[in-house]
């Protein structure tokens, strides 16, 4: 797994200025590790860091990584996949723009990384490489999209099972849904992780004490779609990392506590002009404010659902969560304001009704791949645009209440959300066939690795990795 060859491609220029910005900084500045990182088929952030003595050299090169990384599970066990065994190698090439400090690791620093063949060409397993693929489709389109994460996750302790069996997840409290209790009794550690979110360039909006024990959410601004996926990796790190600094552990698994509400991480999506002046979605005239854009984009969102579910639920823990009458939004569905339909169309904000024109896609966590996720929903709603789809009447009720059959179930399970993806020609075609058959292996073995253990073992590894 180390490093075999250099990447010899230099960097474009407005690139290579951005690089020598970085390394002048890391000199200056008393970093000793950067951190190269990127999302896996597991959802799992991983990486390799270069030292402040080799870091000009690698912001061009890369470093060296096996391609059998991306046949990695959640695990750490390695699938058989055709073209990413023992022979092969890849290069983690940063992106200078995503430079930021880490504030819970003092002396460290982090960019966001491409997964590139070693001439320094797109790799075509690169998840970052995805989005940004999808991102150039809708643009062929006239559109750009803007998005944004909202995420929760659980706040406690890891502790040793009195009983002898794995650690488990001791919630840091006990308090009401958005009660002041909640607020007061984590307020130093919620007041750490927003400033270490601002360092880092990413701008907290709202926060709150959510319905679980130890459960919190809080909201970053959005942005365009690749930044937005990049937030959302420095989210996760800094979510986790300022825990551990205080001796605690943070989990933003789907489901990490048995009796008590999942972690979602609902996706925020609009879709605009080039130039980020127009909301395309928006539409004054209409009862819901939208145009007939986002109605297609709707429709694209409602038809490619099951399939979807295997890419923004990521993982066997999603389905726990992913329930009827647990606002997890578990059917196949749109509706105003509708918090059980899997595509919410929001309530506008600020005088500018049209400007703030966005929809909620709920079935989402942060056990997914971010890149991979934002870039499929992106295909997804593209399609309906391009093929006119109408996503039909809304659902403005608790789909649970409606005779059986009337609203489409979304997958129960990660097994029958990969059974959908494998059956959906546009993102199977999206995602290619090398990626596919990785994502899909991937998580096949995650499903029967916890299909042959018990509850504990799943919630264990999925609050220890997630």
Known sequence: MGDQQAMTTPHPPDTAAAAQHVAERADTEGVELVRFLYADHGGVIRGKAASRSRL??????????????????????????????????????????????????????????????????????????????????????????????????????????????????????????????????????????????????????????????????LSVRHAPALRAADNHVIYRETVRGVAARMSMWASLAPKPLADQPGNGAHLHVSLWDPGLRVNAFGDPSDRYGMSATAYRFIGG????????????????????????????????????????????????TGRDAAASANLEIK??????????????????????????????????????TLPAGRVPRLPASLDEALDALEADDVLMNALGPLRAAAYLAVKRSEARSFAAQDAAYELFHHFRVF
Request: hydrophobic share 40%; with cysteine.
């Open 363 to 400: 079935p989402s966590d942060s056990s997914a791949n971010p890149y991979l996720s934002l870039g499929a929903v992106i295909h997804a709603g593209l399609d309906g645009v391009r093929r006119g789809l109408d996503p039909g009447d809304p659902v403005n009720v608790d789909p649970a």
């Open 56 to 217: 000009a050299e690698r912001l061009h090169t890369g470093i060296g990584h096996t391609v059998a990384m991306m046949a990695m599970n959640m695990l750490d066990e390695l699938q058989d996949v055709e073209g990413l065994g023992p022979v092969g190698e890849i290069r983690l090439v940063p992106d200078p723009a995503t430079f930021v400090h880490l504030p819970y690791a003092p002396g460290a620093a982090a960019m966001l990384s491409d997964l590139r063949q070693v001439d320094g060409s797109p790799w075509p397993v690169c998840p970052r490489t995805f989005l940004r693929e999808a991102v150039a489709a809708l643009a062929a389109e006239g559109h750009a999209l803007v998005a944004a994460y909202e995420p929760e996750f659980t706040l406690g302790r890891r502790e040793p099972d009195p009983a002898g069996g794995l650690d488990r997840l001791v919630p840091a409290d006990d308090s009401l849904c958005y009660s002041t209790t909640g607020f007061n009794q984590l307020h130093d550690y919620t007041t750490a992780l927003i400033r270490a979110l601002e360092s880092q360039g990413l701008r907290p909006e709202h926060y709150h004490p959510e319905l679980g024990h130890g459960q919190h959410e």
């Open 301 to 348: 969102l409602v038809a490619h659902l099951p399939a979807l579910t295997a890419l923004t639920c990521g993982s066997v823990n999603s389905f726990r969560r992913l329930a009827p009458r647990s606002w997890s939004s578990a059917y196949a569905c749109y509706g105003m304001d509708n918090r059980e339909a899997a595509v919410r169309i929001c309530s506008p």
